[in-house]
């Protein structure tokens, strides 16, 4: 139905009075009025007033265009026609009585609005485009007119719809349409233009201008030949007046100037535009660039002539065959080896061509092996053929089936090679094969003993090698008892002396002997009691068994910070309280080392120490800001053997040891151990 203004939603009072104007409404529009009297002028008026409510009330319902009326005051709906009810697609009691409000059909409320503002004004409505919604939901464009008529003394609105959805599409498609051919004709590495009826350029896509340089004036008219090659523009201009003079096709091989003046080979096609009459009207044609194809055809030609020439020269025999066994085509090696002409064979089956007329049996089959190739199988047979000078060559033949892209078989490749000394060659070569095997068979039984020797002598080197790293780790335990030993013994004995040494001195310079005397010795003395003490300290530091492994890395450090002037800090996490003394040495001799390398080699000027505890053992990093090295194989043996001890040490406890540097930016040592020997599930911070 067509939407129409509507009013707030009635009582039940108010339906019932719209329900009695719309019966009565009805009966005006579909029925003439009876007679009131039986005058023969006032029955010929109801007469003529009769026919003339059939003929609207015909008209109304039998309008292609959607109709309705509908109450000013309240805005429902008294009548549609059935093309109302078709386009909305509603059933006629779901619409009478209900306003469009109801019903859904207004996706904007501010178009209802503007055209109930027009019919406020008096002015009536013509042709105002609109959307609506259908009952499905399927957006609609309709030309809506609308006006303010009276019926049984009520002011009512009637309102024609003309549903131009279609029409709306149509315009879509076309404007879409339009725009994908500009973008293709851009798009497309052809160039596209157009000429009028006798052949004069109207159009021209920008991929012209852009190849050749020329502007739309220059290209106008006949402008375009003037960026063809001189050699064809004559020709190209000549063909192109005879075509439209006749109005046949154009299509043309010509040379394009390009814009830096070079030449490129293009094809123009140009095809006549006819009206209804059949005259040309236009012309519309193309400009495809071809240069790489016609470079490919001359290169393609030269490739055919070498190819026959190695064909020809070949030293097999090579033929073409149709897919049932006839020769179209062989080289002059097949033709030279039985001394015969092209045309002795050429069109004639393969089977009955002179190369098989040694016996009936070859010829069939041959003629077996064709037919198996007929059908795409790859056939190879062994044969002997009559030479021109009567020797029996023996000839290795193959057929190889060329297929479409449906799968047929349209022809047959034949070649053929001489094997006769290579079959006499063969069979010296199965001699030799034989007793080859027999030879390699006695040197493999051979190998095989040897093999088991040397399996057994490599399992005893790696027992060997296993006693070997066992008695490495319990040198190194016994090396570190011994450093214990020998500290202790310095520290319980030499250093108890001397410290006596010490206090004897001192009392000789109380007893008055010479001062300076006195002061040097007593000065040497000391001196001698903190070497040893450090010569005690470096062996085995007392620390690591009465402090632990922290108390004795911060002593350690803290004696090579006084000594080098070097800025040095300790960090500390997580560290237990109790570390096996043999991890803990470890890790210590670790930072010995790196501390004596950094002082010797690095150059730095500050060194990061951390003691780290992991999920299963102890981490030591040692990091200093100098000088680094190219760590390699030959720098590790031109430094000595410093690193090497250090990462045999960890690997004895089942530890990982590895060293971060470069040139120019320091060197970070890495020591892990595990807490407990076996547990050498790696590194994890």
């Not at 077996?368 to 047979?381: Q, W």
């Not at 078989?409 to 007793?435: F, S």
């Not at 070997?468 to 780790?473: H, N, V």
């Not at 000088?627 to 000595?640: L, M, S, Y």
């Amino acid at each position: 139905m067509v939407p129409t203004p509507m009013a707030p939603k009635p009582t039940k009072k108010t339906q019932s009075r719209t329900n009695k104007r719309r019966s009565s409404l009805r009966r005006a529009v579909a029925r003439p009025s009876q007679p009131v009297a039986p005058s023969g002028k006032r029955k010929q008026a109801g007469e003529a007033l009769r026919e003339h409510q059939e003929l609207l009330a015909k008209a109304f319902r039998t309008s292609p265009h959607p109709i309705g009326i509908t109450e000013l005051a309240t805005g429902r709906c008294i009548e549609v026609n059935e093309a109302c009810l078709q386009l909305f697609g509603f059933r006629r009691e779901e619409v009478i009585g209900n306003t469009t409000l109801s019903l859904g059909i207004w996706p904007k409320q501010e178009d209802r609005a503007r055209l109930v503002d027009r019919l406020k004004s008096g002015e009536p409505v013509r042709d105002l485009e609109l959307n609506f919604s259908t009952r499905s939901g399927e957006l609609r464009h309709i030309l809506v007119s609308a006006d303010l008529v009276e019926l049984s003394g009520r002011p009512c609105l009637i309102t024609a719809g003309n549903d131009i959805t279609e029409r709306k599409w149509a315009e879509e498609a076309l404007r879409v349409s339009e725009e994908r051919f500009r973008t293709m004709a851009e798009a497309v590495p052809s160039f596209l233009f157009e000429t009028d009826a006798v052949g004069w350029n109207i159009w021209v896509s920008a991929g012209w201008y852009r190849l050749t340089g020329q502007t739309p004036d220059q290209v106008a008219g006949h402008g375009w030949a003037d960026a063809l090659h001189p050699d064809d523009r004559a020709a190209n201009l000549d063909q192109w007046l005879h075509c439209t003079e006749h109005g046949v096709p154009f299509e043309a091989k010509q040379r394009l100037r390009r814009v830096d003046g070079s030449y490129t080979w293009v094809i123009a096609r140009v095809l006549p535009v006819r009206d209804d009459h059949g005259s040309v009207c236009r012309w519309v044609g193309s400009v495809t660039e071809v240069d790489e194809i016609v470079r490919a055809e001359e290169a393609l030609r030269e490739s055919e002539q070498r190819f026959r020439a190695i064909y020809d020269q070949t030293y097999e025999f090579i033929g073409l065959l149709t897919s049932d066994g006839t020769l179209i085509d062989v080289n002059q090696t097949a033709l030279a080896f039985r001394g015969l002409q092209r045309s002795d064979v050429v069109g004639k089956r393969f089977w009955e061509t002179p190369w098989w007329d040694l016996s009936c049996e070859l010829q069939e089959k041959l003629k077996s092996a064709i037919t198996k190739a007929a059908t795409g199988e790859f056939v190879r047979l062994r044969a002997q053929h009559r030479a021109q000078d009567g020797a029996i060559e023996e000839i290795d033949f193959s057929l190889t089936p060329i297929v479409d892209q449906t799968g047929t078989v349209t022809q047959i490749i034949t070649e053929g090679r001489r094997i006769t000394a290579l079959v006499k060659i063969q069979d010296r070569l199965r001699q030799a094969h034989a007793e080859l095997e027999r030879r390699v068979q006695e040197r493999t039984s051979e190998l095989e003993k040897v093999n088991a020797v040397l399996l057994q002598q490599q399992e005893e080197l790696r027992r060997q090698q296993q006693r070997l790293q066992d008695l490495t780790g319990k040198l190194l335990v016994a090396q570190e008892s011994e450093r214990q030993r020998i500290a202790q013994e310095l520290h319980d004995d030499i250093t108890q002396r001397l410290a006596a040494l010490t206090i004897d001195l001192r009392h000789l310079r109380l007893q008055g002997s010479p001062v300076i005397e006195l002061d040097q010795l007593h000065d040497r003395a000391k001196q001698l009691t903190t070497d040893v003490q450090r010569m005690s300290h470096q062996l085995h530091p007392s620390a690591l068994d009465h402090l632990g492994l922290e108390e004795a890395v911060h002593d350690h450090v803290e004696e090579f910070a006084v000594r080098t002037g070097l800025a040095t800090q300790v960090v500390v996490r997580g560290l237990p309280s109790m570390i096996p003394l043999t991890q803990a040495t470890c890790l210590y001799r670790v930072l010995q080392e790196s501390l004596q390398n950094i002082q010797k080699h690095a150059n730095a000027t500050s060194v990061l120490i951390r003691l780290l505890t992991t999920t299963r053992g102890v981490g030591l990093c040692v990091h200093d800001d100098g000088r680094g090295f190219e760590d390699t194989p030959e720098t590790a043996r031109r430094n000595g053997l410093g690193l090497t001890s250090m990462a045999e040490r960890v690997g004895v406890l089942q530890g990982t040891f590895r060293v971060k540097t470069k040139p120019g930016d320091g060197t970070e040592v890495h020591a892990w151990v595990p807490l407990e020997l076996g547990d050498a599930g790696g590194e994890q911070q």
